[in-house]
Nanobody, 123 residues
Framework: DMQLVESGVGSVQAGGSLTLSCVAS????????LGWFRQFPGKKREKVAV???????IYVDSVKGRFTIAEDNAKNTLYLQMNNLKPEDTAVYYC?????????????????WGQGTQVTVSS
């Protein structure tokens, strides 16, 4: 199992930037694939940005060119850099992890989740 603890400032004006961090523990960092999701009230969580099985990045279309997923393996830390934020980016953001089997097979199963960070983008 993987424990994920998020941190970061979650309130910003439209056009601004912020970075979320997620510290992973419980298993060796390299035994998991990692990513970021977001959830709007009453909606299912949406995949925002992930590292795939070969450590390439995949982004949902709505954030391409604005968000960057990054990692520091030595610190077991995942980051989501968010630039040019829009009001429609307002959501609860979660980091997540999946085992390598699920990652390689693209099963869609994500086993472990951060606590969630409310990101509010004001107009």
């Amino acid at each position: 199992d993987m424990q994920l603890v998020e941190s970061g400032v979650g309130s910003v004006q439209a056009g601004g930037s912020l970075t979320l961090s997620c510290v992973a523990s419980g298993k060796p960092y390299d035994n998991y694939c990692l990513g970021w999701f977001r959830q709007f009230p009453g909606k299912k969580r949406e995949k925002v940005a992930v590292f795939d099985s070969v450590h390439d990045t995949i982004y949902v279309d709505s954030v391409k060119g604005r968000f960057t997923i990054a990692e520091d393996n030595a610190k077991n830390t995942l980051y989501l850099q968010m630039n040019n934020l829009k009001p429609e980016d307002t959501a609860v953001y979660y980091c997540a992890a999946q085992g390598l089997y699920d990652c390689y097979t693209k099963s869609g199963v994500w086993d472990d989740w951060g606590q969630g960070t409310q990101v509010t983008v004001s107009s």
